[in-house]
C-alpha cells in the first residue's frame, strides 16, 4: 500500500516541492502573453523606432502618437475610427444586456419548470453548443436578407442573441437552486417574473458574469456582420476597421503602429472584464459539467 | 380525555385540508407552469429558430440545388455532393487532408494541453494559480482580427520581420524567408497560432473541475493502492470530472472548426498559396461568395456540420455518463 501524502491539489501554501510545476509555468505564461506584451510595445513606438533595423522587441520612447493617430484621421476608409468605434459599442453593449436577459429566462424554464418540450429543448441546445455559425454562413446571410436586416442596426445584434453556451451555462447553475426556495415564494403568491427577479437572478449572478463576458467576446470581437450585412461604411463596426488595417499593413511600416494600436483598443476591454469578473467566472465554472 | 380526541380531529382535519389546498395549488400551478414556461422561452426559441435551426435546415436544402444566387435555385439532387467526391480536385488533394491534420493537431492536441495546464495549474496555491491562470488564458480573449497585426509583424517575409531578423541575427538563416507565402510553414504556423489561443472556455471548466474533486476520494484512491501521479490522475481526478472534460471537449471541437479562418488572415488571400492552409471553412467562403455557386457551398457545408457533429460523438462516447 503506497503512502498517502496528504491532498496536494489546490494546496493553500506554498511547498518546495511546487517548484517544479512552477518552473513549467513561469516560462510558459511568460511565452502565452508574449504577442499581447509586443501588442502593447509597438503601439507606443513612436514612428522611428518601427523603422529601426534591427527591429526592437520594447519601446525605447513611448508616446500615444499611434493611438491619437488612430482615433483622429482616417487614412483608409474617410470615416472616423470613432465612428467605428462608436458603433461597437452600441452594438456590444445591447447584444450583452439582451443575450443575458434572454439566456437567464431561457435557463430558468429549462431548469425549475415543468413541461412537455422541456428535454427535447435542452437536449437540441446541448447539440446546438457545437453549432459553428461560420459553416452555415451563406443560409444566414439569406435569412438576415428575408428579415430586412441588411444595413440594419438590428443585423448586428439578433443573429448574435442565440447563445446555446450561454443558455447551458445558466441552466446548469439555476440547477444548483433548490426547488423548495422556489415553491415556497410561489406559494407566497409571488408571480413568476417577481420569482425570477427576486430569488433566481441574484442567486444566479455568476453565471450571468460568465455569460456577459462570452457575450461580450463574441460580439465586441465581430466582424462576419459588418462584412456580410453591412454595406454602408458608417454602418460597420471598430472589429471590421481592424481587418482593413492589417490588410493595408504590408507595405506600410507606419501603419504598423496603427494596427497596433487598434489591436491594444480591441483587446484592453476583454481583459479588464475578465479580471473583474474572474472569480465568479471559475464559480460557474465548476458547475459546466455535460451530465 | 374527549377534549384531546376533539383536538385530534379537528387536527387530521385540518391537515386535509391543507393537503387537498396543496394538490389543487400544485394543479393549478403545472397549468401555469406550462404556459409561463412557453412564455420564458419564447425569445430564445424564435431567436434559435431563426439563425441556427433554418440556416442548418437551409443549407441541407440547398445543398440539393444549384444556386447562384441570381437565379431561383434548381433542383439537381445529389449531384453536388457527387462532384464534391469525385470532381472537386483541391477539395480532395488538400482542403480534406489539411483540415483533418488541422483539426486532429489543433483538437485533441490543444484539448490534452488544456487538460494539462489546468492539472498544472491547481498543484499550486491560488494566488498564483489566479496570475498564470489569466496569463494562459489572455490569448483566448483576443479578436483573431486584432492578433493577425502581430503574427503579420512577426512572419513578415522580409528582413525586417522579427522572426527573420532574429534568425539571421543568430545564422539560422541567410536569407529572409516569406513565412505566411510559402507552402511549407502555413500550415505550421496555423496551428501554432491557433494553439496559442485555444486555452479558453474549456480550459477554465476544467480547471474548476479538477480543483473541484473531493479530496476524499484521493485519500480513498492511495488506500486501494494508487502508487503515482499519472495512476492519480487517471483513475481519480478524470473520471471525477467527466462532465467538465466533455464540455471541455465540445468547446475544443467548436474552436477547432471556428478557427479556420487564420489561413486567409495570415496570407491574406483565399484561397490560400498553393492551398496549403486550406481548409473547409475557406472551401465554402471560396465558392460561396467568391464564385457564387451557393448550393456547392451548401454541400460543403454540410459536410463540415457533419464532421462536426461527429467529432462531438466521440467526445461524448468518451467522457457521457449515460449512452
Known sequence: ?291 | MKQAAELQRSRLLHEEQISTQKVKWYKKRSVRNELAAYLFLSPYLILFTLFIIIPVLAAIGLSFTYFNTVQAPKFIGLQNYVNLLTQDNEFMMYVLPNTIKFALIVGPGGYILSFFLAWLLAQIPRRSRTLLTLAIYSPSLTAAVAMAVVWLIVFSGDSTGYLNAFLIKWGFINEPIQWTQSPHYLMPIMIMVTLWNSMGVGFLAMLAGILNVNPEMYEAGYIDGIRNRLQEVWYITIPSMKPQMLFGAVMATVGTFQAGDIGVQLSGANPTPQYAGQLIINHIADYGFIRYDMGYASAVSVVLLIIIYGFSKLAWRLFGEKD
Open chain 1, 1 to 291: 500500500m503506497a503512502s498517502f501524502h496528504g491532498n496536494k491539489i489546490n494546496p493553500s501554501r506554498f511547498g518546495l516541492g511546487q517548484l517544479k510545476f512552477y518552473a513549467f509555468l513561469i516560462p510558459l505564461g511568460l511565452f502565452m502573453i508574449l504577442p499581447i506584451v509586443f501588442i502593447f510595445s509597438q503601439s507606443l513606438k513612436p514612428l522611428n523606432e518601427l523603422f529601426l533595423y534591427p527591429p526592437t522587441f520594447f519601446v525605447h520612447k513611448p508616446t500615444f502618437e499611434n493611438i491619437s493617430r488612430l482615433l483622429s484621421v482616417s487614412d483608409i476608409t474617410a470615416i472616423p475610427a470613432t465612428k467605428y468605434l462608436f458603433n461597437s459599442l452600441i452594438v456590444t453593449v445591447i447584444v450583452v444586456i439582451l443575450s443575458l436577459i434572454i439566456s437567464a429566462m431561457t435557463g430558468y424554464a429549462l431548469s425549475k419548470k415543468k413541461f412537455k418540450l422541456r428535454k427535447v429543448i435542452f437536449e437540441v441546445n446541448t447539440i446546438a453548443l457545437m453549432f459553428v455559425p461560420a459553416a452555415v454562413t451563406i443560409p444566414r446571410y439569406l435569412v438576415v436578407e428575408r428579415l430586412g436586416l441588411i444595413n440594419n442596426y438590428l443585423g448586428h445584434i439578433l443573429p448574435l442573441l442565440a447563445l446555446p453556451v450561454g443558455v447551458f451555462l445558466i441552466k446548469q447553475f439555476v440547477d444548483q437552486i433548490p426547488n423548495e426556495l422556489i415553491e415556497a415564494a410561489e406559494m407566497d403568491g409571488a408571480h413568476d417574473l417577481i420569482v425570477f427577479w427576486r430569488i433566481v437572478l441574484p442567486i444566479i449572478k455568476p453565471a450571468m458574469s460568465t455569460v456577459a463576458i462570452l457575450a461580450f467576446q463574441m460580439a465586441w470581437n465581430n466582424t462576419e456582420t459588418s462584412i456580410l450585412y453591412m454595406s454602408h461604411e458608417t454602418l460597420k463596426t471598430f472589429a471590421f476597421y481592424m481587418t482593413t488595417l492589417t490588410t493595408t499593413i504590408g507595405n506600410n511600416v507606419a501603419g504598423q503602429g496603427l494596427a497596433a494600436a487598434g489591436a491594444m483598443l480591441m483587446f484592453v476591454p476583454n481583459l479588464i472584464i475578465f479580471i473583474i469578473m474572474q472569480s465568479r467566472v471559475m464559480d460557474t465554472m465548476a458547475h459546466s459539467g455535460i451530465k
